[in-house]
């Protein structure tokens, strides 16, 4: 029953030639398809190595000592031993280091240590190469971090830096070595053995993720960053890392979250345990050392002989190396997200890259139409690079089906976010989880819209004017309709940033392509089996019965749609705060004429919100609105302020906790409290913000303990302001 509403006439044979013609502006304007055959790193012929030019490593005449080696060589009358026999000159090289102590000394001992673990290796002696390698990674180590050599050692020589850079070419080859006997596995000992010794040095895991979750290991050295716009490296000690997931069942539920062939970041980094430039056997000259395996997204640096020490890290190349990854390419297929939406409703959902951590702020990214998770890689990749957002923020990513009708996809996304809940953090301890960022483009951004809605009746008002009681239909069909147009916001989402989204719906979404669209796009046959169903037991109700059958996102995307005036009466949830971002497409050419300023897609009066403060135009066609610079910062932004926002909150939440702890100061010169007796209901209490090896399994009390030890109440102040304040790290100045 059609009663002259949006779908009335709307469709005429179109000839042949037209057609073609607006199948490719169909083609160029919504296709973001170009991410699924774009590749993001390559192998390189040969491996990076900072130690190349000045070793002469690929030389025919190299490897060769520095010149300051060398000159040292001389000092010492070593040259003609080092030409006759290096292995000798490097034994007397390391009794030299101990007897008359001298950074210069212990960084030739593990120059010249590298340089014959190379030729070892060239000569497959492997073993014999392994040992030399270890020797120069531990020299290098104690050159840098051994306390009896600060007053020889001068951080501001070349020289220092290219300890660094031997530290971590020699860790680099010591570990493709283990990694070619499959002795890089955390919780495993790999051995060296040569004939005059053997030793063996302990690999650990330090971070989120847990020694099963290693399979196995590239190198970032080997590959070159293509398909993003920045890399992230930071420099430091330590050789970056692949490390490719294993899929493993377990009680841990975030398992399902995690796509398959998941690759992450790693810096390794060689330990000695007791840096010393007289080691425990000196007779061998050998140190004792563990290997760790550092997450460099937990923290940028760590603590080494009692210094702070910035990792070698990269989060670029394991990005690309997953998005590389065949398997998640093949499920994340936008094209068939689109065209078979059926087939691809077992991989709609929540995806995370990253270990699930209760005490970051989930912000999870909604893609638009003919599209997938890959098109927020970019934004995600500059995101990430950033240590407060990236210390502060866990980015998941929401996958549906584009071919359906959005208020469909809206309707399943809300279900998912819930189950999501139900399943990490059934007894919703996880506080920050209530502060939840949904960031939406395009399609996405109705989606993430609709999570912060409150129905009322206005959309089955936009259907029918009858009651929703005189609906008739199977117990399923009735549930499965009251979902869809009757629901309440997410209390959990607190921010919705919209990027170039259509709120009024899109002019692209005309005659031509919807008609094309019926005929390409095969909707689930549940969907247009339940809507016909419906629609047979109770004529004479619907308005337009098309919205309940043979309705594709294309169709739900006119601005004739009934749905959107509907959206934008409803209610919005009184706690969450709207940024918008809006795309103007620069255009001087004759095209110009033919469409109204906008994005080539979006129409900026529909694009454009009313009532929201916080809204920026970039200049940008549809599709890469969101991974230009320009809506990339004003993201960033955006997340500080929310960032500052739960930090004011905390503030206010520990009010009553200070007060109580002041006034119990004066009383005692130590007291004990509980904060979560002494918050109220009514106020957000903030997560335990000590991050454990096991990230998704909870076990810090819900309050934190708070000792005041001292009669005074500035003790006191000073210890709830670190209690409440440590979840959310500082943050950089707008």
Known sequence: MDAGGWSKNRYRVMPTKALRVFGLVVLGLVSVSGCASQKFVTLRDIPMNPLAAQLHLVSKSGPQVSSRTETLLHHYALQELYKREPDACLNQLQDLTVDEKGAEKVYAVAELAYILGVRAEKSKDHSKALDMYSVAVSNAYIYLFCSELDYTRNPYDPQFRGACDVYNSALESTLRLVNRRGGLKPGNTYRIETAERKYGVRVEAKGGWHDDDFDRFEFCNDYKVEGLDTTNVGYGIGVPLIAVRKKHDGMDPAEQYYPDGLSFPVTAVLRVTSPSVRPQNASSHRHPCVLELRDPLVATDIKLADRRVPLQSDLSTPLGFFLDNPQFREKTN??????????VQNLRGIYMLEPYDPHRIPVVMVHGLWSSPLTWMPMFNDLRSFEDLRQNYQFW??????????????????????????????EKDDLNMDYMVLVGHSMGGLLSRMQTLQSGDEFWRALSDKSFKDVHGSDQEIKSLEKALFFEPNPSIRRVVTIGTPHRGSEFANDATRWLSRKVIKLPQSVTDAGNSIVRQNPNVFRDTELLTVNTSIDSLSPQSPIFPAMLRSARAPWVRYNNIVGVKSDDGFLKRFHSPGDGVVDLNSAHLEDIPDEIV?????????RKPRAILEVRRILQEHLETVKKENRIATQPAENYLMGRAKQTKSAVVSASSLESPEVFRPGQATRSGNTSRKTAPKGPVVTATDASPEPARNVIKDIFEEPIRPMLKR
């Not at 936008?334 to 087939?343: I, V």
């Open 397 to 426: 990513f929401y996958q549906y089906p584009t071919g359906q009708p959005f208020w469909i996809s809206a309707t399943q996304m809300r279900s998912d976010l819930a189950e999501l809940r139900v399943k990490l953090d059934p």
């Open 334 to 343: 936008g094209t068939l997200g689109l065209l078979n939406p059926n087939k």
């Open 618 to 626: 970039v200049e940008s066609a549809h599709q890469d609105i969101h």
